[in-house]
């Protein structure tokens, strides 16, 4: 017959692997999560162009239609050459005259000159720019996490809850849509 010890130790065992076995099944059945520790968002920075325009002043001497200034000098040779001749008599008459025509001539232009330097025009003029602004955004997001009592970290594209499925002992990081 047989053995009752060996009978025993059959029973046992299969005692034994079938406890492990539920154990196993257990594990692997119930939902396991990582818990989450951290979450960075990881940014990038862009520029967007923009066109920023504005008006701008500008005040200039006027363009003359006599630069050589012959008509204040004319005027000023009559006026000194009318004057020149109301002084001495003969020919020194004549010589205040001839004197007065060139000092008025000179004085004539000066004055014609300084009148025109400050005539002053005005135009505005646009004057634009192109100017590039930063601008930030989110490309993904490292999460810290904890499983097992070890830490990892992982980079997402969608920023996890406070726990990360794991399967079969790896992370599920894919984002299921609902």
Do not use: H, W
Request: glycine content about 12%; aromatic content about 4%; charged content about 20%.
């Amino acid at each position: 017959m047989a053995n009752p010890l060996l009978i025993a130790a059959g029973i046992g065992t299969v005692a034994v692997a079938t406890a492990a076995g539920i154990g196993v099944y257990e594990q692997q059945s119930q939902p396991q999560f990582a818990q989450v520790l951290d979450v960075k968002p990881i940014t990038e920075t862009y520029f967007v162009s923009r066109e920023e325009c504005r008006d701008e002043v500008i005040q200039e001497t006027a363009p003359s239609r006599d630069s050589n200034q012959v008509t204040g000098t004319v005027v000023g040779a009559v006026l000194g050459a009318v004057i020149g001749n109301q002084v001495g008599g003969g020919t020194g008459k004549k010589l205040a005259t001839v004197a007065g025509a060139a000092a008025g001539g000179y004085a004539g232009k000066r004055v014609q000159e300084d009148m025109q330097s400050k005539n002053m025009q005005t135009r505005t003029e646009r004057r634009c720019q192109t100017l590039e602004d930063p601008k930030q955004r989110v490309t993904g997001y490292q999460v810290s996490y904890s499983l097992n009592n070890e830490t990892g970290t992982v980079v997402m594209s969608e920023p996890p809850g406070e726990q990360i499925p794991v399967v079969n002992g790896s992370l599920q990081l894919a984002v299921e849509n609902q």
